[in-house]
């Protein structure tokens, strides 16, 4: 088994510390604890490595985001970075949301949820650490014109109604955004803006609002 990141227990006991709940016993977290640390004992006995980055587990191939887990008030998610690339044969994958392209996840809001398909975690990812080692990359949507960088599409994800807030937004807010995001080259640099931008998005604001 892979060892364990400090930083991953850290947030299984505080949360992502991402809004004032964090470090209470209101943080969201603790609503999926139990389910969160099966799924966290599945991806440790992969080759992936454990990170947590933007407040999450985040489960690293060679540096490259493979598998993430996510948590909201009514869910907590195993995202697959790319995996629409995946065969899904059981067809427990689903669209993080309707404007969502490369990632996929399964969803768990009981304990239930995980029994069933508990089984098949293994297969699905080892898919996902085959699909990264090869290369593969899936189309990327274009929007106004322009592709939609795969760091947005990862912070979709993580953000819960940010997909919707983004494309409720003007054609013309939403390509002045990723005029923003895209012209920074580094790929760091791109989420680093994204995330400085979320809040501006969410409440249906344009960049130079």
Same mark, same amino acid.
């Given at each position: 088994?892979?060892?364990?990141?400090?930083?991953?227990?850290?947030?299984?006991?505080?949360? @992502?510390?991402? @809004?004032?709940?964090?470090?209470?016993?209101? @943080?969201?977290? !603790?609503?999926?604890?139990?389910?969160?640390? =099966?799924?966290?004992?599945?991806?440790?006995?992969?080759?992936?490595?454990?990170?947590?980055?933007?407040?999450?587990?985040?489960?690293?191939?060679?540096?490259?985001? #493979?598998?993430?887990?996510?948590?909201?008030?009514?869910? @907590?998610?195993?995202? /697959?970075?790319?995996?629409?690339?995946?065969?899904?044969?059981?067809?427990?994958?689903?669209?993080?949301?309707?404007?969502? !392209?490369?990632?996929?996840?399964?969803? /768990?809001?009981?304990?239930?949820?995980?029994?069933?398909?508990?089984?098949?975690?293994?297969?699905?990812?080892?898919?996902?650490?085959?699909?990264?080692?090869?290369?593969?990359?899936?189309? #990327?949507?274009?929007?106004?014109?322009?592709?939609?960088?795969?760091?947005?599409?990862?912070?979709?994800?993580? !953000?819960?109604?940010?997909?919707?807030?983004?494309?409720?937004?003007?054609?013309?807010?939403?390509?002045?955004?990723?005029? !923003?995001?895209?012209?920074?080259?580094?790929?760091?640099?791109?989420?680093?803006?994204?995330?400085?931008?979320?809040? =501006?998005?969410?409440?249906?604001?344009?960049?130079?609002?």
């Amino acid at each position: 088994m892979n060892p364990t990141n400090p930083q991953v227990d850290r947030f299984l006991l505080e949360g @992502c510390m991402r @809004c004032s709940k964090g470090a209470t016993p209101d @943080c969201k977290v !603790h609503r999926w604890t139990a389910i969160l640390e =099966k799924l966290r004992q599945h991806l440790l006995r992969s080759n992936l490595a454990e990170d947590r980055k933007w407040g999450v587990p985040v489960y690293t191939l060679s540096g490259k985001n #493979v598998i993430l887990l996510g948590v909201f008030n009514d869910s @907590c998610v195993m995202s /697959f970075i790319k995996g629409s690339l995946m065969k899904d044969p059981e067809g427990i994958l689903e669209l993080p949301g309707p404007n969502s !392209h490369e990632g996929r996840i399964i969803r /768990f809001t009981k304990i239930e949820d995980l029994e069933k398909v508990e089984a098949l975690l293994p297969q699905y990812i080892q898919e996902a650490i085959e699909i990264e080692k090869s290369g593969k990359k899936s189309e #990327v949507p274009i929007r106004g014109g322009m592709e939609i960088p795969e760091e947005l599409t990862q912070k979709f994800e993580e !953000h819960e109604g940010l997909e919707k807030a983004f494309f409720t937004l003007t054609p013309g807010r939403q390509r002045g955004y990723l005029i !923003h995001f895209t012209g920074a080259k580094q790929a760091a640099t791109r989420l680093s803006r994204i995330e400085k931008c979320v809040a =501006k998005i969410m409440v249906g604001k344009g960049i130079m609002d």
